[in-house]
């Protein structure tokens, strides 16, 4: 039933099909909190454990995953391929490459602390609260297992629900707006995205992504494609001007809820960039290219300004995601291995830093009920490890090299450098007016008199505070000075993305003499696509 | 040995950062002491074989990125301008710490200072012994955290924080330019170690490169951009706001990262970038001319000053002024000796200017001084030497560099160096001024501080004098010393400069043999050497109008007092532009502060808010709604209503078609 791909000889193989058990393990879970009976106290300790064992056992498979998988090799891994629907020829195919394997690892890694985090938090329906989220693990790890573009889609579209869930019912007053508008947003961009999936279908007679990547589309025909995923992968992002519905979102969401939103779910826009949009549409990616940048950069600077002004913690944290993924934009659109490299680095690193800053955020606002930042100060004095924990994080989403947060801005500056200058030079202001908001924040949160009692008589962190915080920063110190654990095992892939990139280009040399795409041309004025000999 | 000299300090940091409480306070402080105290017997062990005979060493740690040709390992480069600054930064350093133990003694966070001062130190060592541009920027950033740490560490204190930001910030903005400048050797050059960058550059002066959409001379690009990150960090005219803030700090801070050490990484940065800025004239000029501004508006403003640390730290940009117009007219060796006398000099300034405050009860006012040499004349004394110093009187060590500085400028016979030479030498007019005017008001005249404070003014204790005495003798003898080395000639001193045999290095004592490779200087541009044959008028002006500037601060504030009220009151403008240092602050506050924030405001209420969402999801979803209430209203209920619809649909229908009919030519 199950068919493993034979790894290169030395390298351990898995004989068990370990990326469907991640995906199906939490829903596994879910059955049994489903059958704890009792009164309300209890079925809501059990339902916590249950939640977090599961996931425990989860992220466990997943650090065997990465233990595993063949840093060297450019292929799909632990590949499963089962017929689903054999008349469409859609196949139950899953499988991971360089692109991928630390999304799966990062999905894994937040759930338990998120599960964590809201064991105190959370007190009404826990029950139905740990269900929703260990659905969406199996969702999260699906999206980014899933090798056929139709089981990819359903994974992708099905993250929304629990999502949507977890905002409306247990986020904040204006929730109901709040899940509403990330619900809208994300579908319209999704079924312009499942229209282009069929017409792909239609082309090419396949929903198998690896085969797509190897069957070019005609140049025309990309650009409509190339759209149609933008429109999705950019709100996901969120890419500026799509970005609006993630402060309310944020802002609604039970920190919990933040932390994947920002961790996870940010990364699936990018993700879906580096599967589809440039492998399969290199032409258009190229032509759009321009495009891209520019939008990635009046993101970084945009938002970072909006930033500036933010009284309330968690939209300003929001404010900074989106200019962090400017960085991964403005760094994959370039085709460069730098630039994507950096990309996928940055995502990941985005994806510990963002879901530690929301973590730091959601430890005061259990303490005081407020987002608000002039409600806080001082809290160095009574809290010095949550002000120190806090401080190397504000360090790393600034940007301060040792850090995570470095090395994937920076080599997507420097893949962007190498193709336009002046989007590079732009983007790069980012990191003085970053330095300048996260310290802001950090200054009138933490330092300065204690002007607010309460706020200054809060108790430091708990030490299941510190257990979810310990571990993320570890890593994000660890990645920034090791972060060729991440680059070297996403090089081959990121290799191959290139050279699929770049063959895909050297095909429009042909192409361009046939007069084609005259619509695109004439419904954006851009310049004709250059290709980067 | 390069291991012990570099990594002790970071050891150190991390055993008192987190087990400060476990430790104690005396742990904490005999932690850090001790190992920075071996690093830095450790660098002056690696000066030996090092500098003294010849070939730079290397050490990789571990590859830190490797994306595609972007490759970078942590690695310890040890050369002759490594080691120099490995020197002054470990022994400096050693003598901060040791000072701090007194100067701290009331504080209640001793641990947690002691971990960032070597934290500090540990960040410095990774900056200077990099052979990369990234492990540069590492430990560039490094010290910057580090001195944002430091600055605010009275974190209660809103001044303090409000300063550290400023100092984080107005770096970046620095950093800004170097983080472009690195991407830019990347990509003409295709790596960015030293070795591959330097052994190309020769080949690249040429070149030039598409930046900003403009074909460029690749090398001053380069170098500009790198200029931009050292006029950042070394608080050059222009970015160097942040450093009169920066002495909210405490005051050995302000001593090691503010004046001795990170403040000078700009001058390393360039001096180890000499063999590309010599292929970047223009680049090289610039340098010139904002130095050589630096130390003249720095020196006006610190004339006016009434806080001690103030006028220190005006000094301190003066005197980088010095060492980046030495870089302009290639006068690298000579910007490096001015580093390393200027690092004692000045640390001991301001460590004894810490002892004053100790001494007056934390009273920085120096208005509210005077009269208390008698009280404290060991401090007095060390004031004198590093005063001496800092004027550049003769056999004292600023003598020997800022001399070498001001001929070498001279010797560089262009419009700038004359430019930089004259403005060096007002400016050396008014170092000695206002050196003593801070000396006079300090300790001489009537006492200006109430009963209670003259009644407790004491000598600090041993821990605090023993590191003054340590850099007092560097402030004498660091000139002479090693004034051959660093910047003789070798023509003078009869060797023959020979590269192919470098065992012939040992014991030759001349700039040549002890720099090495470590600088480059194209021979045309050899202004050092041309120093040595200035006219003698050219030697003797620093000393005469440094003396002169004594005389005055003399006359003004010892012999006729209340003369300088009057001259302040002849020239009220000039004063009040002086004294309100050239109003930079303000103008930075009205162009960039406020409209940053009124900016983002707009970004915020209007783009998000009105257009984004007004047009976007909010627009959508009121315009649905009052589509369906106008639809629902529609449905009156009324049979004629419906009728007359029906019967405006089909008109329209028909009409459409025959429309249609009409266009295809049916009709």
């Known amino acids: 039933m199950v068919h493993v791909q034979s790894g290169i000889a030395g390298v351990d193989m898995i004989d068990f099909p370990i990326l469907t058990l991640m995906t199906v393990l939490p829903l596994i879970g879910v059955l049994f909190i489903f059958l704890i009976r009792g009164d309300e106290e209890l079925v809501a300790h059990n339902a916590r454990f249950a939640a977090l064992y599961t996931s425990l056992f989860t992220f466990a498979l997943s650090v065997y995953m990465l233990g595993h998988f063949d840093g060297s090799s450019a292929d799909f891994q632990f590949v499963e391929k089962k017929e689903w629907l054999p008349s469409l020829g859609i196949f139950y195919h899953m499988g991971v490459d360089g692109i991928s394997v630390f999304f799966v690892a990062l999905s894994a890694f937040l759930t338990p602390l998120c599960i964590l985090a809201s064991w105190d938090s959370i007190k009404t329906r826990v029950k139905e609260y740990m269900i929703a989220f260990l659905v ?51 579908l319209l961009g999704s079924v312009l995205m499942l229209l282009a999936l069929l017409t792909l279908y239609f082309q090419t007679g396949t929903t198998d992504i690896p085969t797509l990547l190897e069957s070019p589309v005609a140049r025309d025909m990309q650009m409509w494609l190339w759209l149609a995923f933008f429109a999705s992968f950019a709100v996901k992002m969120p890419m500026w001007p799509f970005h609006t519905w993630l402060p309310d979102a944020h802002v609604e969401a039970p920190t919990a809820g933040s932390v994947i939103l920002a961790g996870v779910l940010l990364k699936m826009g990018g993700y879906g960039f580096l599967r589809f949009s440039i492998p399969m549409f290199p032409e258009a990616s190229a032509y759009y290219a321009d495009f891209v940048y520019w939008l990635s950069v009046i993101a970084i ?63 005061i606002y259990d303490r005081m009920h407020s987002r608000e930042i002039n409600r806080y100060g001082g809290l160095v004095k009574n809290m010095p490890k949550y002000a120190t924990l806090f401080m190397i994080l504000m360090l790393a989403s600034v940007g301060l090299p040792g850090t995570s947060g470095f090395v994937g801005e920076f080599l997507s500056l420097v893949g962007a450098f190498t193709v336009n200058t002046t989007a590079a030079l732009f983007a790069t202001t980012g990191v003085v007016l970053g330095a300048i908001y996260m310290l802001t924040l950090y200054r009138r949160v933490v330092f300065g008199p204690q002007e607010h009692e309460d706020a200054a008589n809060m108790p430091d962190l708990n030490w299941r505070e510190y257990s979810i915080l310990v571990p993320l920063v570890t890593l994000v110190l660890l990645l920034g000075i090791f972060p060729n654990f991440v680059i070297s095992r996403v090089a081959p892939s990121a290799d191959r993305l290139v050279s699929l990139y770049q063959s895909g280009l050297q095909g429009a040399v042909i192409q361009q003499i046939e007069p084609a795409a005259g619509f695109v041309a004439d419904l954006l004025p851009m310049p004709e696509v250059i290709v980067n000999e | 040995m390069e291991i012990l000299a570099v990594f002790p300090p970071l050891v150190a940091f991390l055993v008192a950062g987190l087990f400060g409480k476990q430790i104690g306070d005396k742990g904490a402080q005999f932690v850090t002491c001790a190992s920075v105290i071996l690093a830095a017997i450790s660098s002056c062990v690696l000066f030996g074989t090092i500098a003294l005979q010849g070939e730079p060493r290397i050490v990789v740690l571990a590859n830190w990125i490797s994306s595609g040709d ?84 009275w974190n209660q204190k809103p001044s303090a924080n409000a300063a550290a930001v400023k100092a984080f910030v107005v770096n970046r903005v ?17 790596s960015i170690e030293y070795d591959v960058i330097f052994s190309a550059a020769a080949g690249k002066a040429e070149d030039s490169f598409n930046f900003l959409g403009h074909e460029l001379h ?105 060492m980046f117009f030495a870089l302009g007219v290639s006068a690298y060796p000579a910007a490096m000796f001015h580093l390393v006398t200027h690092a004692f000099f000045k640390a001991l300034l301001f460590l004894g200017a810490g002892s004053v405050i100790h001494a007056m009860s934390d009273e920085q006012d120096m208005r509210k001084m005077g009269g208390i040499w008698k009280a404290i004349p060991s401090t007095y004394m060390l004031m004198w030497i590093g005063g001496l110093s ?19 400028a001279w010797a560089d016979h262009t419009w700038f160096g004359n430019f930089a030479f004259w403005m060096g030498i007002a400016a050396a007019a008014m170092t000695a001024f206002y050196t003593w005017r801070m000396i006079f008001l300090t300790f001489h005249g009537k006492p200006r501080a109430d009963e209670k404070v003259m009644a407790n003014i004491h000598e600090s204790p041993r821990v605090m004098m023993i590191p003054l005495l340590v850099l007092a003798t560097g402030a004498i003898v660091a000139g002479s010393l090693f004034y051959g080395g660093f910047v003789g000639s070798a023509h003078e001193t009869g ?127 009121s315009l649905s709604q009052s589509v369906a209430r106008r639809f629902s209203k529609m449905q009156t209920g009324y049979l004629y209503h419906y009728a007359f619809v029906t019967v405006l649909g089909l008109l329209a229908l028909v009409s459409w078609f025959m429309y249609k009919a009409v266009l295809q030519g049916l009709i």
């Not at chain 2, 970047?280 to 403003?301: D, E, K, M, R």
């Not at chain 2, 924030?597 to 909010?618: A, C, H, M, Q, S």
């Open chain 2, 218 to 322: 690749a090398m001053t690009v380069i170098c500009l951009l790198l200029f931009m990150g050292a006029v950042g960090k070394s608080a050059q005219l222009g970015l160097h706001t942040w450093l009169p803030d920066a002495m909210e700090g405490p005051t050995p801070v302000s001593a090691l990262i503010h004046a001795a050490t990170m403040v000078t990484a700009g001058v390393f940065l360039i001096a180890r970038f000499s063999p590309l800025f010599e292929y970047a004239p223009l680049a090289l000029q610039v340098v010139c001319i904002v130095g050589a501004l630096t130390a003249f508006v720095a020196a006006t403003i610190a004339t006016t000053q009434f806080d001690i640390k103030r006028v220190i730290a005006y000094s301190t940009m003066s005197q980088l002024g010095y």
């Open chain 2, 70 to 153: 972007f490759i970078v390992n942590w690695s310890l480069y040890v050369d002759q301008l490594a080691v120099v600054m490995m020197c002054v930064i470990n022994i400096v350093s050693a003598c901060v710490h040791v000072y701090s133990i007194g100067y701290m003694s009331n504080d209640p966070s001793k641990a947690r200072f002691m971990a960032y001062l070597s934290l500090f130190t540990f960040a410095m060592l990774m900056l200077v012994t990099s052979d990369n541009l990234l492990q540069l920027f590492f430990g560039w950033e490094g010290v910057g955290l580090a001195s944002y740490l430091l600055i605010g560490f």
């Open chain 2, 390 to 408: 800092l004027a550049g009187m003769p056999f004292f060590a600023g003598f020997y560099s800022k001399d070498m500085i001001l001929e070498a």
């Open chain 1, 301 to 363: 600077i945009y938002t970072s300004l909006v930033a500036l002004v933010q009284e309330d913690m968690k939209k300003l944290i929001a404010y900074s995601s989106v200019a962090h993924m400017g960085f991964v934009t403005l760094g994959i659109f370039t085709g460069t291995i730098q630039g994507i490299e950096g990309g996928i680095f940055q995502m990941i690193s985005h994806g510990l830093i963002s879901a530690a800053l929301f973590l730091c955020v959601g430890i």
């Open chain 2, 495 to 621: 060797h023959v400069y020979d590269s192919g045999h470098k065992e012939n290095y040992v014991n030759l004592w001349d700039k040549e043999h002890f720099w090495g490779d470590s600088l480059f200087v194209l021979p045309q541009n050899d202004t050092v050497e041309a120093a040595h044959h200035v006219p003698e008028w050219v030697k003797h002006l620093p000393v005469i109008v440094g003396l002169l500037g004594i005389a005055l601060a003399y006359f003004v504030y010892i012999r006729r007092q209340g003369f300088a009220d009057r001259v302040v009151r002849l020239i009220k403008p000039l004063y009040l532009l002086f004294f309100n240092k050239w109003y930079f602050d303000e103008i930075y506050e009205r162009v960039f502060v406020r409209n940053i924030w009124r900016i983002g405001r707009v970004f915020w209420k209007t783009g998000d808010k009105r257009l984004i969402d007004g047009l976007g999801p909010d627009g959508f979803a």
């Open chain 2, 174 to 190: 620095g950093d800004f330019g170097l983080a472009l400048g690195i991407m830019a050797i990347f990509v003409v050059f295709g």
């Open chain 1, 136 to 186: 969406l693990e199996t969702f999260m790890i699906g999206t980014f297992c899933a090798l056929d573009t139709i089981l990819f889609y359903v994974f992708f579209e099905a993250v929304l629900i629990p999502m949507f869930l977890i905002i409306g019912v247990w986020g904040g007053e204006r929730r109901v707006y709040s899940a509403f508008k990330f619900f809208l947003y994300t």
